[in-house]
């Protein structure tokens, strides 16, 4: 089974990239670079979804491809200064499933 769930890549004001998934409440990392952050955050989603089914815990449903363009245009309709817009992007997971 994947899942695939929307990420916020945040522009850092000092570098790099903060990032969040919505789906995934608690879900923070930080690359220097998009590649680096893109990297830690799939490892991070893998990483959460892993302790979720560890736990017993539902894995949420994936984000719906149009998650993504909305958030986009909350991000630039909620901007008021001339801070860099986030980056809005989905990362899919490889869930294994009970055999």
Do not use: K, N
């Amino acid at each position: 089974m994947i899942r695939t769930y929307t990420f916020v890549f945040d522009p850092d004001p000092e570098g790099g990239f903060v990032v969040t998934c919505p789906a995934l409440p608690g879900l923070v990392t930080y690359g220097a670079t998009i590649e680096e952050a893109r990297g830690m955050a799939r490892d991070a989603m893998e990483g959460y979804i892993e302790v979720l089914i560890q736990d017993g815990e539902t894995v949420p449903e994936s984000d719906t491809p149009q998650t993504t363009p909305r958030f986009d245009r909350l991000a630039h309709t909620l901007r008021t200064d001339s801070s860099a817009t986030p980056i809005f992007e989905q990362l899919s997971a490889e869930i294994a499933t009970a055999a």
